[in-house]
T-cell receptor, first 115, second 115 residues
Framework: DTGVSQDPRHKITKRGQNVTFRCDPI?????LYWYRQTLGQGPEFLTY????????KSRLLSDRFSAERPKGSFSTLEIQRTEQGDSAMYLC?????????????FGDGTRLSIL | AQSVAQPEDQVNVAEGNPLTVKCTYS??????LFWYVQYPNRGLQFLLK??????LVKGSYGFEAEFNKSQTSFHLKKPSALVSDSALYFC?????????????FGTGTLLAVQP
């Protein structure tokens, strides 16, 4: 079990640029989640995949955000035309399918800073 | 709607003393509750969960939590605090409104253990 891996760990970019983050879940986990965490707050749900299907998107996920999980393994989160308010920690989590009691396991996140 | 409240922004405790980090919840139906810990610039680590059964749940690193249905609380406890326990602690409830099992987090409590 190598854990959930996220890349890059840090991203600094200018406002208006596009950015893409990658998440590699624990290998046998079917479920994958993206959360966003701002300073002083708990993580907030963005979107969820079961295998390759994106089954839910939060209202926080504006049309500038897109997420994919093309083969049901790794996932990418892209933000187009970044804005100052996008500065946050983006966390990926995965869990086993089956009962809803399985805990989600988190990666170390990608910290995005918009200049 | 499901929600979680952590009434204390910070808890200070001396090393070797017992610690309690408070959490109250609001859900419809039976709650699924979780505690996570976050160290600086890291993701969230799962500590323990309550699904059903015994009200006292034991978890990682000597932590435990007591589920109290009448008080709608799920306080995190440890008999003897360590300096290395200093971190940010999040309580979470699983959203029962859909099929995604996404977590709804509190705002976090910073635990500071003084040597």
């Amino acid at each position: 079990d190598t854990g959930v891996s996220q890349d890059p760990r840090h991203k600094i970019t200018k406002r208006g640029q596009n950015v893409t983050f990658r998440c590699d879940p624990i290998s046998e986990h079917n479920r994958l989640y993206w959360y966003r965490q701002t300073l002083g707050q708990g993580p907030e749900f963005l979107t969820y995949f079961q295998n390759e299907a994106q089954l839910e998107k939060s209202r926080l996920l504006s049309d500038r955000f897109s997420a994919e999980r093309p083969k049901g393994s790794f996932s990418t989160l892209e933000i187009q035309r970044t804005e100052q308010g996008d500065s946050a920690m983006y966390l990926c989590a995965s869990s086993l399918d089956g009962t809803s009691n399985q805990p989600q396991h988190f990666g170390d996140g990608t910290r995005l800073s918009i200049l | 709607a499901q929600s979680v409240a952590q009434p204390e922004d910070q808890v200070n405790v001396a090393e070797g003393n017992p610690l309690t980090v408070k959490c109250t919840y609001s859900v419809s139906g039976n709650p699924y509750l979780f505690w996570y810990v976050q160290y600086p610039n890291r993701g969230l680590q799962f500590l323990l969960k309550y699904i059903t059964g015994d009200n006292l749940v034991k978890g990682s690193y000597g932590f435990e939590a007591e589920f109290n249905k009448s008080q709608t609380s799920f306080h995190l406890k440890k008999p003897s605090a360590l300096v290395s326990d200093s971190a940010l602690y999040f309580c979470a409830v699983r959203d029962r409104g859909g099929a995604t099992n996404k977590l709804i987090f509190g705002t976090g409590t910073l635990l500071a253990v003084q040597p």
